[in-house]
């Protein structure tokens, strides 16, 4: 626990993640500390489009981190030109939301609640589709299987992969165990940790630190890794989400 005088959050996180919530966090006197977490490598696009080239034309593009819109909306549109007007695209998150829109697409749609399984469940609601979906490695094929069960049709397509970064430092564990909250974006996220610690130190941390995660899935991987306070963030805004976490810091150092 830091000093009262200096409450400290620190980010784990793919670069470029939450970068909304500095300035919230500054202008109410909170240090924020970032530490790079997987780091994502794109894959050969030449691999994927030809997949994209030889499948129907989708009603329906899911999206579920900001980097896959670079590593595969990006590519596909310089390959094949403007997108059809009646394309529509899903972003699992406002960060996924907002890189779309940066990237010149217009019907940009997001379910209620955060993540890929709330994306899932608002396409349950719709008749079947022909859905593109660009993911990392390490997302793993449940979406699509689920998607598919719903009975859409669903090219799932690895645009890029997630790659251990080095070890942490020095600085980065001491800003870890002095930490008044704990940020991490993803199951990967977490386990990445728990590797780059020592067994130890990583338990020492899910006793004592109280833990922000983004969505259900990451709470109960928090859970199954012994987190004892890990709270879901209301993942609809930066502005919302700066909010919790300085309510959790309240709670965190009282």
Do not use: C
């Not at 500054?26 to 490598?41: F, H, N, T, Y």
């Not at 859970?223 to 890990?230: C, E, I, K, N, T």
């Amino acid at each position: 626990m830091t000093s009262r005088s200096s409450p400290t959050v620190v980010v784990l996180s793919a670069p470029g993640t939450l970068q909304g919530i500095d300035s919230e966090l500054r202008r109410a006197g909170v240090r924020l500390v970032r530490i790079a977490s997987l780091e994502p490598r794109p894959v050969d696009a030449t691999i994927w489009l030809e997949r994209l080239a030889r499948a129907p034309t989708p009603d329906t593009v899911v999206v579920t981190s900001r980097t896959a819109v670079g590593t595969g909306v990006r590519p596909w549109r310089r390959a094949f030109g403007p997108f059809p007007a009646l394309l529509e695209f899903w972003a699992a998150g406002p960060g996924t939301a907002q890189a779309l829109r940066r990237a010149g697409i217009r019907r940009v749609h997001r379910p209620r609640t955060v993540g890929a399984m709330a994306v899932a469940k608002e396409l349950d609601r719709r008749p079947p589709r022909r859905v593109v979906y660009f993911r990392s490695d390490l997302a793993g094929p449940r979406l699509a299987r689920t998607l598919r069960g719903q009975g859409h049709r669903v090219v799932d397509l690895v645009v890029y992969r997630l790659e251990a970064p080095p070890p942490l430092d020095a600085r980065a564990r001491r800003e870890l165990s002095t930490a008044d909250l704990l940020v991490v974006t993803s199951p990967s996220g977490l386990s990445d940790l728990r590797r780059r610690l020592d067994r130890a130190t990583f338990s020492r941390l899910a006793r004592t630190t109280r833990l922000v995660v983004l969505g259900e899935r990451s709470r109960r991987a928090a859970h199954g890794h012994g987190f004892r306070h890990a709270s879901v963030a209301p993942w609809t805004t930066e502005q919302r989400f700066a909010h919790h976490l300085l309510r959790e810091l309240r709670n965190a150092r009282t």
